[in-house]
């Protein structure tokens, strides 16, 4: 189901807004912010690491691999440099579908659905949970030909399924809408680069229902690309994922604490 604009609920794409600067938020994502960053202090330096893991990621697939079609599933609010942005500045004709359950992302879908003339870029209101339903709405199946490569990017979305056979059902039904080579780009949050007691933290937030975001090991990350080449440098912390030398920030895994990868189907 939709999830309906209650400002008194938080929900991950605000709180993920107000982690990067932003001011599409409102009290309830604050304090569950602030809440959080008291169990992990590094979460803002991770949600920067993992958004530039995202923006690196598209100017490979549109880059270097030439992809032209991308599904971003669990898109968030507005920010610098979103995926159609990144992608469209390499090439102009590609075109980009958002998807995301948080009506106030519908609110500022102008923002969103700038697009050069050459490309195209659409967004609708559906939840990951849903991907039958992503795949057959009007908007994926008249901008995107999926007789055609597309890049599929889940980042940061996954670990919000707590249930780890049901969140591999949702990422391969997507996966196997696509043809060969399409690209999985997916990020998630782990324990493994934390500390003991940071970990310890991590647990006691989810046991006691202050969090929602369910890590995952690198076992369990790996399942996603089952049967995808992995692009090099394979499974890392976002940080490590072909750092930009040049960039201003250069986060150590346990401030970044989330795996990226980016595989493609055979």
């Known amino acids: 189901m939709m999830d309906k604009l209650d400002t008194g609920v938080p929900h991950p794409a605000r709180r993920y807004n107000y982690w990067l600067g932003g001011k599409d938020n409102f009290a309830a994502d604050r304090e569950s912010g602030d809440l959080l ?63 995301d359950n948080d009506p106030m992302v519908m609110a500022h879908a102008r923002a969103l659905l ?90 006691e937030t989810l046991r006691t229902g202050k969090s929602d975001v369910h890590p995952r090991d690198r076992a369990e990350f790996s399942e996603f690309f089952t049967g995808l080449g992995l692009v090099e440098p394979g499974i890392v912390a976002v940080s490590d994922w072909r750092a930009d030398p040049d960039a201003e920030e250069h986060p150590l895994p346990v401030d970044a604490s989330i795996f990226g990868a980016v595989g493609r189907k055979p």
């Open 114 to 203: 700038s697009s050069t003339p050459e490309g195209r870029t659409r967004y609708i209101e559906e939840d990951l949970r849903n991907p039958e339903r992503i795949l057959s709405d009007p908007a994926v199946q008249e901008t995107l030909d999926l007789g055609q490569p597309v890049a599929l990017m889940l980042v940061a979305i996954v670990h919000f399924l707590p249930d780890q056979a049901a969140a591999r059902g949702v990422v391969q039904t997507l996966l196997d809408a696509l043809p060969s080579g399409s690209y999985l780009t997916m990020s998630c949050a782990t324990k493994e680069f934390l500390t003991p007691a940071l970990a310890a933290n991590w647990d």
């Open 37 to 99: 960053a008291k169990s992990y202090p590094a979460a803002r330096i991770a949600a920067r690491a993992n958004r530039a893991f995202l923006q690196r990621a598209v100017r490979y697939l549109a880059g270097e691999v030439g992809i032209r079609q991308f599904l971003d599933v669990g898109t968030g609010l507005p920010t610098a440099d979103n995926t159609h942005e990144v992608a469209q500045r390499v090439a102009p004709d590609a075109r980009i579908v958002y998807v």
